[in-house]
């Protein structure tokens, strides 16, 4: 009780310290500054793949997530950290739209893809969900077997014809997600049958063989032990080559090894954004600051 | 006298506590002192009460029996019973004692008196017992009495025989109709009964009458079951499942809320109420569109027919198979389905590729289960099926059923012992059997896909 009481305290402290904090950042845009809790360090960039302005999200009355703006730059990899309960995990999953399957929740604010805005009310969600793949906290490998969870994606879209194209592209996502010599000799066994940390290089290989461009994680590596998690983390820096990638992380130290850009969620609120270095060497704002030395969370 | 034992046991619980220093030192909480007292105020008596309830009948004859004259004893064992009847009969009033010979009225007086001091024995032999059970707990009760550990095992042994009360019902079901059927079997060979193509359950009650001899082929019946269960699966199995996709997956929860407790007073009609619905309304328009479509040139068309208590049936059991498919397929995890979304999956790819495939034991597993239902039915196929034993595959044809057949060998006056009533046990053993069998099968699967996801 105590301890709550006391972060409490420092909350009103640090969110009436706030807005001269963002006055002072030369980074980010004026504008900020005139909102009650506005964004300190860099959440835009100049040719950003994914441009997201006010959004807000509502699950019924109750508001998860307020009026945040960023911009995610093609092939980076931007982590998303910040306590419980804080609204990352909402926020991520409307770049792909899965928030549609909960009734109750709504999103307002613009977020586009290119250029495309994805929430317009004719757009179809399919072909969207194809270049905006996502991976999700806990493994949720098809009841199917290692090939068909794989090949799951090409054949609903139609990317490939012959079979031999789509063994390819069973092999070479299999490949890619580093999982291939584990399992290139029982293709027909049930996935669910995997390891935890197997079943979810499974389901990476399974996102990629869609070749989507962003590739959304939802805590990836919770429900999994250290060595899996490292080879996962290993599997996000190769992958960055190719895809964009957004990842939503309860671990720090992960967001520090993986990610370019961290962006620091704070009940709702996007609070900072900077590249990982500073953010965890030299924050701009007192929360971050408070967060990622432990203070709570 | 129970409540005032539980006031008894907790208030000396509570008086002992106060000398020791309160509650916490009790070994259990006053409450249990008070129900362990009621316990065994109550359920010596019970038992006495029951045992006694047994056993007085045998005795209490037997009293009588001692007191009748030797002249009247000399007959038949048979006919002590009988005497021992009236006995009963003219003390209760319903044989005037006019009618009676002397010996049974002095035998009625005296058994109004036996009767009389068995209640009074009864009453107290109980009360007391109550009022020593209760004390003995009273006297026991210290600090250190673990009263808790006692009423925890007292609610186990309840619980215990509650469970063993529907089992040994099943197993005493079982071997009643298990017994019948053996001297069923022991007149009729069991070959003939489960092979022939015959079934005419006549037999003769006075020596040489016509058609004397039935034959017990059960096989017409078992087609016509299979055959009305069938078509009533066909109806049921297909919508069920569809309705309970669309509304586990599309329906939005103000169409949910309402379309199941729909279904759900579906399955709540009585089986009459569908029967007179087959045959009054379902069966005339199907053997109208059957000749309306000129198909009585080919076949037989009745007015009873196998399709009109097929498709009623079906209408029946839809809720059924809606129900615990719309149950397998809502504990299929969110994860899966967000897994097909996210990957681009339209909702019917969803539900084709990934739902389905996931919920399919545990479908198959309901559908298992309607079927029992759909073979044990009883009143659609009475009402509407017919009860010609013909061995056909046309639907529009009247046939028979085994249900439908034990009701007719068993309604009306019948000698117990004829191969024609006994058949109605047969036939209920072999439905008794399929349905468990079903019934095994389908909870065997359901559980198996449980553990999948557990």
Known sequence: MIKMAEDVKDEQKMQSAEPSAAENDSAGPQDMSAKIQGTVGRPFVDDAKIKMRGVNVFYGEKQAVFAVDLDIKENEVISMIGPSGCGKSTFLRCINRMNDTIDICRVEGSIQLDGMDIYESKLDVVPLRARVGMVFQKPNPFPKSIYDNVAYGPKIHGLVSRKSDLDEVVESSLRRAGLWDEVKDRLDSPGTGLSGGQQQRLCIARTIAVSPEVILMDEPCSALDPIATAKIEELIAELSENFTIAIVTHSMQQAARVSHRTAYFHLGNLVEVNETDKVFTNPDHDLTEAYITGRFG | ?454
């Open chain 2, 1 to 454: 006298m129970v409540a005032l034992a539980f006031f008894a046991g907790r208030s000396r619980s509570l008086a002992i506590a106060t000398n020791v220093g309160g509650i916490p030192y009790l070994n259990s909480l006053p409450f249990y002192y008070g129900a362990l007292t009621a316990v065994w105020c109550a359920i010596p008596s019970l038992v006495v009460l029951l045992i006694w309830n047994f056993a007085d009948n045998y005795f209490i004859s037997n009293m009588i029996v001692a007191e009748l004259p030797e002249s009247a004893l000399e007959l038949v064992e048979g006919k002590k019973d009988l005497l021992v009847n009236q006995v009963y009969n003219v003390a209760e009033g319903i044989m005037p004692r006019e009618m009676a010979p002397d010996y049974i009225v002095a035998a009625s007086e005296r058994l109004e008196v036996i009767l009389w001091w068995n209640r009074m024995l009864l009453a107290v032999v109980c009360l007391s017992i109550g009022i020593l059970g209760s004390l003995f707990v009273w006297m026991k009760i210290t600090p250190k009495f673990k009263a808790r550990l006692h009423v925890e095992g007292v609610f186990l042994g309840v619980l215990f025989v509650s469970a063993c009360i529907a089992i040994l019902t099943t197993v005493g079901i079982v071997f009643s109709v298990l017994f019948e059927s053996i001297k069923f079997f022991t007149k009729v060979p069991i070959t003939e009964f489960l092979f022939g193509l015959e079934w005419s359950p006549q037999m003769a009650i006075r020596e040489g009458q016509q058609g004397s001899s039935g034959s017990f082929g059960a096989v017409p019946l078992f087609v016509g079951t299979l055959l009305i269960a069938a078509i009533a699966m066909i109806v049921a199995v297909p919508t069920g499942l569809m309705s309970a996709i669309y509304l586990s997956e599309y329906a939005d929860r103000r169409i949910r809320d309402w379309v199941k407790p729909a279904l759900e007073v579906l399955a709540g009609v009585p089986t009459v109420v569908y029967g007179f619905f087959a045959a009054l309304t379902v069966a005339p328009f199907i053997r109208d569109m059957g000749i309306g479509l000129g198909l009585d040139g080919f076949m037989t068309i009745s007015s009873e027919s196998a399709l009109a208590a097929g498709l009623v049936m079906g209408v029946m059991i839809i809720p059924f198979v809606s129900s615990l498919s719309d149950d397998v397929i809502n504990a299929v995890p969110q994860s899966l389905r967000d897994g097909a979304l996210g990957l681009g999956s339209t909702r019917s790819e969803v539900i084709k590729q990934v739902v389905l495939p996931a919920a399919l034991p545990g479908i198959m597993g309901g559908i298992l289960l309607a079927g029992p239902r759909a073979i044990g039915e009883t009143m659609i196929v009475v009402m509407a099926a017919g009860l010609a034993a013909n061995l056909t595959m046309n639907p529009l044809d009247s046939v028979t059923t085994v249900t439908v057949q034990i009701v007719t060998l068993l309604v009306g006056d019948q000698e117990f012992n004829s191969p024609k009533t006994l058949a109605a046990f047969a036939l209920g053993l072999v439905l008794f059997i399929v349905t468990l069998g079903l019934n095994y099968l389908a909870l065997h699967i359901v559980k198996k896909y449980r553990e999948q996801y557990d």
